[in-house]
């Protein structure tokens, strides 16, 4: 009796941390939304102080610090961000977009090599998001990969990615 007193107690204090999380995110989007961003990124702190695995939390943080140019703060929190939700996975669809944000910031760096790990890590978490099929494929491109590039287009195209079916027109054919 006193396991399942306990186990209902942490799944009602779960849910209303996991209430209180998406409370203030979304506070944040309304401020990011006005373009205070400084308001926005005080909002999305607070957010991982009340759960520090909310994964969407350090994707909000991290696109704002690219969105600045400020790609090694946005590399430090990714990083930070990926390992500590590894351990604990709530939303496989949100760390996924983790490692797709830190694939670009490996991308704008020319390392194309690190970028494709990522973007591989991404849609092993999310298989049915086209445009990781589709940033890979222009990755593999880049590293002069065609034959990979066309496979990649072919399955973004398949889920759906209408972009991928012009690009693979151009060079697939």
Same mark, same amino acid.
């Given at each position: 009796?006193?396991?399942?007193?306990?186990?209902?107690f942490g799944?009602?204090?779960?849910?209303?941390a996991q209430?209180?999380?998406?409370?203030?995110?979304?506070?944040?989007?309304?401020?990011?939304?006005?373009?205070?961003?400084?308001?926005a990124?005080?909002?999305y702190?607070?957010?991982?102080?009340?759960?520090?695995?909310?994964?969407?939390? =350090?994707a909000?943080?991290?696109?704002?610090?690219?969105?600045?140019?400020?790609?090694?703060?946005a590399m430090?929190?990714?990083?930070?961000?990926?390992?500590?939700?590894?351990?604990?996975?709530?939303?496989?669809?949100?760390i996924?977009?983790?490692?797709?944000?830190?694939?670009?910031i490996?991308?704008t760096?020319?390392?194309?090599?690190?970028?494709?790990q990522?973007?591989?890590q991404a849609?092993?978490?999310n298989t049915k998001?086209?445009? =990781?099929?589709?940033?890979?494929?222009?990755?593999?491109?880049m590293?002069?990969?065609e034959?990979?590039?066309?496979k990649d287009?072919?399955?973004?195209?398949?889920l759906g990615?209408?972009?991928?079916?012009?690009y693979?027109?151009? =060079?697939?054919?």
């Open positions: 009796m006193k396991i399942v007193l306990i186990f209902v799944v009602c204090f779960s849910l209303q209430q209180k999380v998406n409370k203030i995110l979304d506070k944040g989007d309304k401020k990011l939304a006005k373009l205070d961003t400084m308001a990124l005080s909002l702190d607070r957010a991982l102080d009340v759960d520090s695995a909310c994964a969407d939390a =350090y909000k943080i991290s696109d704002v610090f690219i969105s600045r140019g400020n790609y090694k703060n430090e929190l990714l990083n930070a961000g990926i390992r500590i939700t590894a351990d604990i996975p709530k939303d496989k669809k949100t996924s977009h983790l490692y797709s944000i830190r694939s670009f490996h991308f760096e020319e390392r194309f090599h690190h970028a494709i990522d973007l591989d849609i092993v978490l998001n086209p445009n =990781y099929f589709y940033m890979r494929a222009l990755v593999k491109r590293n002069g990969d034959k990979g590039c066309c287009l072919k399955k973004a195209i398949a990615l209408k972009a991928a079916d012009v693979s027109q151009t =060079y697939c054919n």
